[in-house]
């Protein structure tokens, strides 16, 4: 199966579309000693994708993708531990999010606002995706 996507218009009507947005957290991260001694906050975004056909045909929480439960282990990852890059923790978040074997692709772009003098924010995006399964196929 090839997934087409035009904007945000699917042309696959199983494929779900869940938006995380600007999930606010704190956490330490950085390579100087102030960001290394004190919590700074961050912003995070997410889009996942997954088919939700059998969410869509049964209406039970078991056949969709638990948004909430995805939220719940990005913010304890992200407060629990230090990083001092934003892109590792832009990676290990992405990792966390499609260890989730129903997601097909998902991208997240972590925010770490007043990194920059002069600018709101900075921030790093990554992507990835899997093979999609068959969804014919019995589970």
Excluded: C
Aim: no cysteine; aromatic share 4%; glycine share 2%.
């Amino acid at each position: 199966m090839s997934l087409h996507v035009l904007g945000d218009q699917h042309l696959d009507h199983d494929l779900a579309t869940i938006r995380i947005k600007n999930l606010r957290l704190r956490t330490f991260i950085g390579i100087k000693e102030e960001e290394i001694l004190n919590r700074q906050d961050v912003v995070i975004n997410a889009v996942i994708r997954y088919r939700a056909d059998k969410a869509v045909a049964f209406n039970h929480i078991e056949q969709a993708l638990n948004y909430r439960t995805i939220t719940k282990q990005v913010i304890a990852l992200v407060e629990e531990n230090r990083f001092q890059l934003l892109e590792r923790m832009t990676r290990e978040v992405l990792d966390l999010i499609m260890s989730h074997e129903q997601v097909l692709t998902t991208q997240v772009e972590i925010d770490k606002p007043h990194a920059l003098r002069f600018a709101d924010s900075v921030s790093i995006t990554l992507s990835a995706s899997r093979a999609p399964r068959d969804h014919d196929s019995v589970s």
